[in-house]
């Protein structure tokens, strides 16, 4: 016999799975008067793993196909992370902005409004694992793989700047062609600035060395990454005279100029 009674509930402007912007999403998590005192000096950390309880989530299903690509083959549910569980537990990490009272200000939570919480935890740098091998679930849309992107380049890079948003575009524009910008073979050259090589970095999950993949030109002038796979390779560079500022709602096309050989 188990027994989980929820110690808090989400509030958010999101009411149903299918609108939640992982990437822009600002919450509150509002923790019952009764829990306040487990509060006691989490504000002492900047981002906290959140447990949820999907409430509205099918218990009954073990297979599905992955949410943002039902076109691909099934998973079993414990090798994704769809709300669709046995114990519908939904597992977030989230940047814990502020603690008002038993108000939680967090950004990025993937719950919707009403979610109840069943626990926070702090989270530690010793939680990364750097460069995990994962399968790849391709989103079939490309809008919601710049989305996952962009969600991926914050963690790792912790603030919107021009940068980070053209590393985004740049990943994306190699993606494209190379598929999966995390295996081992992908191995990638970044010209420019600290910011744009901590992101590619951060997306591409390449390490310089043990094996090396990754490798870096720090640069005021030149604007690019080179990328191999196998005999594939890709140039990816800004078009000249390109304002960064205007960076996130432009098309790739309009934006890089992309080289294959
Ligand atoms: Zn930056």
Redesign the pocket.
Known sequence: MINIEPIGVVHTEFKNPHEVKVSRQGAVIEIYPQYSPALHRLGEHSHIWVLGWFHQSVRNVLRVNPRINPDLPEYGVFGLRSPIRPNPIGLTCTRLDAIKDNLLYVQRLDFIDGTPIIDIKPYYEQDIIFSPRTPYIKPREEAMLEEIMIKEALYH?Q?Q?P??LLGVKMCLAAERELGQLTQPDVKVWVTGAP?LA?VVQGLTRARLSYPRRFHYQESDRTTETRWTKGSTSLVVKIKPGLDLTAVKDQPLAQLLDIETH
């Open positions: 890079h603030e700047c940068d980070m910011c901590d």
